[in-house]
């Protein structure tokens, strides 16, 4: 598989996006952990080749957008992920969580139809390939607590206390400092 590699700047620091051939958004992540993204890379897919992008990805202005308060923006994005077909199922589930709502690990789980698996729930959330387009910043302990994000907690904190405001609603579960 061939992987079109370009990066953007954010309110978040730098973001790394890879399209596929078909022009699908198959990478989000960060540029300060950018070997935990080939690693992610590398199980989900085995042979991938990463070529740097001739153009800057087609989807940097949905991601400004999103920043500046469209939080629709990003629902227009295609993605594609690698994968097991529960981690698949999980990332779904993911994107049907609307903006600024949580949901714990738990409730996930139910929502899959495994609600004995929060811990492969919060495996799969961290594999996620595509973060803030799917939206795995908005998983969190059972307590409400703020937990695990691969992109550091600082920046979950951030994404929910972002999209709190621009959709009208608090989040369910208010992020903590």
Known sequence: ????????DSPLGTII?????????????????????????????????????????PYEKNLHDYFNGDL??????PVATGGTPFQRAVW????EIP???????GELAAKVGNPNASRAIGLANGANPISIVIPCHRVIGKDGSMT????????????????????GMMPSHPPMS
């Open 148 to 167: 695990g994000y691969g992109g550091g907690l600082e920046r979950k904190i951030w994404l929910l206390r972002h999209e709190a405001p621009f959709s």
């Open 17 to 57: 996006l890879m399209t596929d051939d078909e022009n699908r958004l198959r990478v989000l992540d960060f540029a300060d952990h950018e070997q935990r993204m080939l690693d992610l890379l590398h199980r989900q897919y085995k042979h991938t080749e990463i070529i740097p992008a001739s153009t800057p990805c």
């Open 1 to 8: 598989m061939k992987l079109y590699m370009s990066s953007m």
């Open 92 to 95: 779904q589930a993911l994107q």
């Open 99 to 105: 903006h600024s709502q949580t949901m714990s690990y």
């Open 72 to 77: 629709d923006a990003l629902n227009t994005i």
